[in-house]
């Protein structure tokens, strides 16, 4: 059964203090690898597409990254701002919708 | 742009009441999605039009009926909820369903009384 899984459940990070969550997937054929930011009460924001190992995103602080096994999100030095949800999801060779992990809850403190 | 417009932004309701959810994207996409998302959960599928027909129904129960006029919108018909069916409705859109980049609305808030 195809399945995605992030760890850690929870994460509280002091302002500028670097850290990588983990998103762990077992995917029949990945088509794609997708991360989104929700903020509470709010809808997903897309911020990244990973298509094929080895490849690599940026966006401002953060960073994605993909294996065969497994996809990590680097924050960088992060600001209280960042503090989110952030949600990884997984398409498989035949399916047409999103396998969603549970998410990590990220609180950064100033 | 890539917005996704859902109205109301929050919505209260009887359990004996009738009411809509509506979404609207103006990407040019063919694929739009209704997901269901309870606190400190994932979002959970509900539904999928591709390229206005429904392709998926994730065994939803009955007293949710979605409907897509045209490529640009969709509804979410809403009939005898209970209140286990309090959450935040989220709406999406992909160019198609072979990729699924998708992008959501803000969510519609919906709490049954």
């Not at chain 1, 996809?71 to 701002?81: C, D, G, N, R």
Request: charged share 20%; with cysteine.
């Amino acid at each position: 059964e195809d399945q995605v899984t992030q760890s850690p459940e929870a994460l509280r990070l002091q302002e500028g203090e670097s850290s990588s969550l983990n998103c762990s997937y077992t995917v029949s054929g990945l088509r794609g690898l997708f991360w989104y930011r929700q903020d509470p009460g709010k809808g997903p924001e897309f911020l990244f597409t990973l298509y094929s190992a080895g490849e690599e995103k940026e966006k401002e602080r953060l960073k994605a990254t993909l294996t065969k096994k497994e996809s990590f999100l680097h924050i960088t030095a992060p600001k209280p701002e960042d503090s989110a949800t952030y949600l990884c999801a997984a398409q498989n060779q035949a399916g047409t919708a999103l396998i969603f992990g549970k998410g990590t809850t990220l609180s950064v403190s100033s | 742009d890539t917005e996704v417009t859902q109205t109301p932004k929050h919505l209260v309701m009887g359990m004996t009441n009738k009411k809509s959810l509506k979404c609207e994207q103006h990407m040019g996409h063919r694929a739009m999605y209704w997901y269901k998302q309870k606190a400190k959960k994932p979002p959970e599928l509900m539904f999928v039009y591709s390229y206005e027909k429904l392709s998926i129904n994730e065994s939803v129960p009955s007293r949710f009926s979605p409907e897509c006029p045209n490529s640009s919108l969709l509804n979410l018909h809403l009939h005898a909820l209970q209140p286990e069916d309090s959450a935040l409705y989220l709406c999406a859109s992909s160019q198609g369903t072979r990729e699924l980049k998708a992008f959501f609305g803000q969510g519609t808030r919906l709490t049954v009384v």
